[in-house]
Each structure stands twice: as structure tokens, then as C-alpha cells.
T-cell receptor, first 112, second 113 residues
């Protein structure tokens, strides 16, 4: 398996633009997680899905953030409109029932 | 709410020595605790998971202990090597579902030759 795949790897956009981050989890994993990492705040959980269903989105900072998982092999995290304070590395991770998480390479987002 | 504390300062160890990292938590006792390694520019990589009914777990040169009375986990790397230099994160589950976990801020470990 290729592991968790994320795209794009880098994204530079201007304030106010819509940003869509994509994730393909490891086949057979039943949970998917979106995290954001910054120097100041560390690794923060934004939202997670079990069997494609959103379970907890309490970490989503604002209504500008939304996430979907239309099927077991694909998820998106959308920011609309983006702001400079959204600049961070966004990680997607998937997990089997045993609990350990497998992270993707991340998307480095810069909002100017 | 659950809080995790890890050594905020970097840990510098001489090659060949044992590195010991600490993870303390408050409040809710987790069903399990995990340790991850993160290298610059990369995502965290899972290392070990230890359950609440396990006192110790080993994997090659790695050893993790879990003391639910002290609310603490220790992560040991024996015979440390410069390649072990990285940031190490501990994580524990937030609720009984054990799906949602939170991460500590991590400890940066440097192994000098």
C-alpha cells in the first residue's frame, strides 16, 4: 500500500480564496482524521470520521472550514474563504480498529 | 479536559546512552497511550501503543512504560544513535471510544556522536 496520500503537497493562495485539500486513506482503515500543525499550537485535531461518517468536528475552528468523506477512499477539507491565520501544515491520517494512526505527508498551506 | 505534558525543552544525549522521554497526563485515564516520531517536514510515524492493563512494552531498542497511578508514560531509547534524533510525540485517547486521540506538544531529541 502506498500509505496515506495527500494533495497538494504545497498550496499558496491569497486571502479570500477557496482552498481544498484532498486525502486518500489506507485501504481497509475505518477511521480518518484531519489535523492542523503549527509551531504555536502543535498538532490539533480538526475532525474525524468513522466509516465515512463525521463523528466529532469540535476542533474545526470556524464555519469557514468544512470536511467531507463521500466514500471510504476519499476525503476533502475545504477552507472558504481562507485567511492568513489558516497558514499551517494540514495532515490527514487513517487508522484501523487497533487505534494506531498513519499520517500522510501533509499539505503546507500559505495564505498571503 | 484532558491535558498532556511533555518535556518542553530539547533533550541532548550522547550516542550510545539511553534517552528517556516523559509524558504526563491529567484527568481522564486513557484506555491506551501511543508514541510517535516526527522528522522535520514529515508527518508523525507510529512507534508503539501500550494499553492501560500493560505496564511495559518493547520494540527493538524502544521501551514504553505506562503507570496509571502516576498518570505517566516513559519512553526509552537504548543504545541511542544520531539517526534517533527527531521530535517524539505522545498521544492518548480522549474518550472511551478510543478513536479520538490528542497529541502532546512533543519533545525534541538530539543524539550527538
Amino acid at each position: 500500500d502506498a500509505g496515506v496520500i495527500q494533495s497538494p503537497r504545497h498550496e499558496v493562495t491569497e486571502m479570500g480564496q477557496e482552498v481544498t485539500l484532498r486525502c486518500k486513506p489506507i485501504s481497509g482503515h475505518n477511521s480518518l482524521f484531519w489535523y492542523r500543525q503549527t509551531m504555536m499550537r502543535g498538532l490539533e485535531l480538526l475532525i474525524y470520521f468513522n466509516n465515512n461518517v463525521p463523528i466529532d468536528d469540535s476542533g474545526m475552528p470556524e464555519d469557514r472550514f468544512s470536511a467531507k468523506m463521500p466514500n471510504a477512499s476519499f476525503s476533502t477539507l475545504k477552507i472558504q474563504p481562507s485567511e492568513p491565520r489558516d497558514s499551517a501544515v494540514y495532515f490527514c491520517a487513517s487508522s484501523p480498529l487497533s487505534g494506531e494512526q498513519f499520517f500522510g505527508p501533509g499539505t503546507r498551506l500559505t495564505v498571503l | 479536559s484532558q491535558k498532556i505534558e511533555q518535556n518542553s525543552e530539547a533533550l541532548n544525549i550522547q550516542e550510545g546512552k539511553t534517552a528517556t522521554l516523559t509524558c504526563n497526563y491529567t484527568n481522564y485515564s486513557p484506555a491506551y497511550l501511543q508514541w510517535y516520531r516526527q522528522d522535520p517536514g514529515r508527518g508523525p510515524v507510529f512507534l508503539l501503543l501500550i494499553r492501560e492493563n500493560e505496564k511495559e512494552k518493547r520494540k527493538e531498542r524502544l521501551k514504553v512504560t505506562f503507570d496509571t497511578t502516576l498518570k505517566q508514560s516513559l519512553f526509552h531509547i537504548t543504545a541511542s544513535q544520531p539517526a534517533d534524533s527527531a521530535t517524539y510525540l505522545c498521544a492518548l485517547d480522549m474518550d472511551s471510544s478510543a478513536s479520538k486521540i490528542i497529541f502532546g506538544s512533543g519533545t525534541r531529541l538530539s543524539i550527538r556522536p
